[in-house]
């Protein structure tokens, strides 16, 4: 691998990368006194000669032009040089450079592992950039994850994806979702045989979560506890309980956050069963970031995908930072610290999947809630019927 970097100045050239490259040539400079290796040479270099400058021998050199068909006039050197380009590469018989891999511009969800494939590493969600290997997500590990992005970024693509691999993973008897979807871009594109129980407002989510902290505090381990009981977490018996929040900015207002209740117990998430998945718009997020419940999870050391979004709004998730990128694209952080480029897969993304959700328009079919805050948990688990929102059958359904 060769590199060659040109400079107006030095000072452009950052010292630590300077330091690096040996290998230097000198042109004329604007300002013989920015030369590094003689001034006097560099002042006596003519100026309206291009090619002519110095090495660090303190001589005097010419450039030669980049072109072989013997033409010296430099109004066409580009497509001289071109021309230069493609006889080099076709005269060449060796085995030519290796292409640079890049991330695909789209990734359908069918090319990554089944959520059952991996068990001991968890869920697939895209592939990295270095070896283009699939990014999995393991909820065992740390129960948090974020998702941070702007307008049609593609995160409610990416909760869709993660609810696909979660119930590919595991049998309803052994995971269920509590979700909290207010714009109803979610709904009807989470299995229904894994839905526990859908608050696409408000008042329903902040019931949904005093009865969830319920569960927290009946999931405790007890004094009496052995530590075998702690190593496998069998004191306590049911499914797991994913709760996926999208839109978490309305959520989380100035007039309360539902999620509020479980700020106590999200230290014992991973040990209760509990996991956390939320998105939430990449605008205004650093601000929120010193909201109660956010700023735990963080403490936490939470894992997540930070997508486009603009770099003003600082650090999101550990140093990741918003970036311009294509629908779908982002960077991750796992819970070990490792920080890989990535592309979520989908088969929506961007506005392919707010087309598709404006398409579905805002409404939902018949809503069914149980009155008591703290049985409807109980009920579910036990074996009753679990109560959801309610929507007509789609046609569309893919994730």
Not at 96 to 124: C, M, N, W
């Amino acid at each position: 691998m060769h590199v060659v970097v040109s400079a107006a100045r030095y000072m452009e050239v950052r010292a630590a990368l300077k330091d690096q490259i040996l290998g230097r040539l000198e042109l004329r400079l604007g300002d013989a006194m920015d030369s590094e290796f003689d001034r006097k040479v560099a002042a006596n270099v003519p100026a309206g000669v291009p090619g002519r400058g110095q090495v660090a021998e303190k001589l005097h050199f010419m450039g030669a032009l980049p072109r072989i068909d013997s033409v010296a006039d430099v109004a066409d050197l580009s497509d001289g040089t071109a021309a230069f380009v493609a006889a080099v590469r076709a005269a060449w018989t060796g085995a030519p450079a290796p292409a640079v891999r890049l991330l695909p511009r789209r990734l359908p969800a069918e090319q990554l592992p089944k959520g059952f494939e991996f068990p001991h590493r968890g869920v697939a969600i895209g592939i990295d950039e270095t070896d283009l290997e699939p990014v999995f997500v393991d909820f065992d590990t740390d129960p948090f994850f974020l998702v941070f992005g702007e307008s049609e970024s593609g995160k409610s693509n990416l909760l869709r994806l993660i609810a696909k691999q979660i119930a590919e993973r595991y049998s309803p008897d052994e995971a269920k979702f509590v979700v909290g979807d207010y714009r109803r871009s979610l709904l009807g594109a989470l299995p229904e045989s894994h839905l526990l129980e859908y608050a696409p407002m408000a008042s329903s989510m902040r019931m949904h979560m005093e009865a969830l902290a319920g569960v927290f505090a009946r999931r405790q381990p007890p004094a009496d506890v052995t530590p075998q009981q702690l190593h496998d977490r069998s004191w306590w018996t049911g499914p797991q309980i994913f709760v996926v929040v999208d839109d978490y900015d309305l959520v989380a207002t100035g007039a309360g956050n539902p999620l509020a209740p479980l700020a106590e117990y999200l230290p014992f998430a991973r040990d209760t069963g509990v996991r956390f998945v939320i998105a939430r718009g990449s605008a205004g997020a650093s601000r929120a970031m010193y909201e109660t419940f956010m700023q735990r999870i963080k403490e936490l050391g939470a894992q997540g995908v930070v997508l486009s979004g603009d770099p003003a709004e600082g650090d999101l998730i550990g140093p990741v930072r918003g970036h311009p990128m294509p629908p779908g694209g982002g960077t991750s952080r796992a819970a070990d610290g490792g920080i890989p480029s990535c592309r979520p897969a989908g088969c929506r993304s961007g506005a392919d999947a707010a087309r598709h959700s404006r398409s579905r328009g805002g409404g939902c079919g018949e809503h069914r809630f149980v009155p008591s805050a703290g049985e409807w948990l109980t009920r579910s688990l036990a074996g009753a019927v679990p109560v959801r929102c309610r929507a007509e059958p789609r046609t569309e359904r893919n994730l």
